[in-house]
């Protein structure tokens, strides 16, 4: 039987992008997609506007606990904190930027403190936040320092359908990555994946490939020593303990269908190299989530979506996805805990 977990925390995001109306619409349809209880925090009056503008009139209650949340859930999608803000969509602000803030805050709190059974966060503008206080490169990094979680091993993952990727770097510039990638990065960040796949995705000996930085993998020093010097002998020091480490492979030809049957994870040096074949096979269903920490944490793989937010275009369909593979991991986790 499925480990009952407590309602998960949902943070608004920026209330001038798509992430309220998405946490409306995943609550009107959390009947047909089996969607596991969701308390949203903060924005009562911005989350029934947001619904109105999408055309859903649904009842928004406001409650004082995650368990009360659990018990109006099936009635109305019900909010904690008593913070609000108007309704703008596609018009961000600094007043939306601190009340984000104050969402990812608060949902991230229950959380951690055990009161929600998982934590997925709205999208934000991190250039937004940062005006208002938010010293964080991206809400991961947030997230980890308030569950006591270094940087280096909380790790981002984004998983769809078909793919599951790994950034070793994430929101830097490109031409300070290659000076970012060493062994104990990698090392750190594989060991983090490896035991994050068995024990909240139940994969057993999961398979990781490692990407290469450069073109060919570097054709034989040719075209960059990155991947001979660095990574080749961090995929040695991985296998040597045990874990399925495979690579560094030359990243073009690793996505193909042929190549993603090969492994269940692939870690990208970059960024881009991560999330462009991510969101070109799996936009509309790819989830954002964090490895590594005490806690679960998804997100929708999209941003704010400024330009449609409120025009009722946004697809749900990451949204649906990021909750229910939150609350996979989190019933995994406690089922483990339990036997
Ligand atoms: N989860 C997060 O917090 C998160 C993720 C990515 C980007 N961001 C932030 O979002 C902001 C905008 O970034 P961006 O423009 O690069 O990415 P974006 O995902 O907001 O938009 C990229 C494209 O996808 C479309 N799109 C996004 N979500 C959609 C949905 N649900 N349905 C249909 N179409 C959708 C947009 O209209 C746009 O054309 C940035 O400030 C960035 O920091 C946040
Ligand atoms: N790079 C991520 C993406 O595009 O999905 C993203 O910006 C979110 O990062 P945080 O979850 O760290 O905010």
């Known amino acids: 039987m499925a480990q009952a977990i407590l309602p998960l925390a949902v943070s608004l995001g920026d209330p001038a992008g798509v992430g309220p109306e998405l946490i409306a619409a995943a609550w009107f349809a959390r009947r047909v997609h089996a969607l596991p209880a969701f308390c949203a925090v903060g924005g009562a009056g911005l989350l029934a506007s947001a619904a109105r503008a999408r055309g ?13 949340a659990a018990l109006v859930y099936d009635r109305a999608l019900p909010v904690i904190g008593d913070f609000d803000g108007e309704y703008r969509p596609g018009a961000p602000d600094r007043e939306g930027a601190v009340l984000a803030l104050e969402s990812l805050t ?13 934590l997925m966060t709205g999208p934000i503008a991190k250039s937004r936040l940062a005006e208002v206080g938010f010293d964080y490169p991206g809400q991961t990094e947030f997230v980890a320092a308030a569950a006591g979680v270094e940087t280096e091993d909380a790790v981002m993952m984004l998983a769809g359908p078909n793919l599951r990727t790994v950034p ?54 040719r075209f960059g020593d990155e991947d001979q010097r660095i990574v080749a002998p961090a995929i040695e020091q991985l296998c040597a303990e045990g874990i399925n480490a495979s690579g560094p492979h030359a990243a073009d030809g690793l996505f193909a269908a042929r190549g993603r049957a090969g492994f269940d994870v692939a870690i990208c040096m970059y960024h881009d190299q991560a999330l462009i074949p991510l969101k070109a096979l799996d936009f509309d269903h790819g989830v954002n989530i964090t490895l590594g920490l005490p806690i679960i944490r998804s997100s929708p793989d999209h941003g704010t979506a400024f330009p449609i937010a409120g025009k009722g275009q946004a697809n749900v369909g990451a949204t649906v996805s990021a909750l229910r593979l939150a609350a996979d991991c989190a019933r995994s986790r406690a089922a483990l805990l339990a036997a």
């Open 56 to 68: 859903l009139d649904i009842p928004v209650e406001r409650v004082g606990s995650m368990e009360e």
């Open 106 to 118: 608060q949902a991230t709190a229950l959380a951690v403190s055990g009161q929600a059974g998982a």
């Open 168 to 221: 070793l770097t994430v929101h830097v510039a490109l031409s300070a990555v290659p000076g970012l990638i060493t062994q104990d990065l990698i090392l750190r960040r594989a060991r983090v994946v490896a035991r994050a796949l068995e024990r909240d995705f139940g994969l057993a000996h999961p398979r990781i490939a490692i990407a290469a930085l450069n073109p060919h993998a570097g054709e034989d020093g």
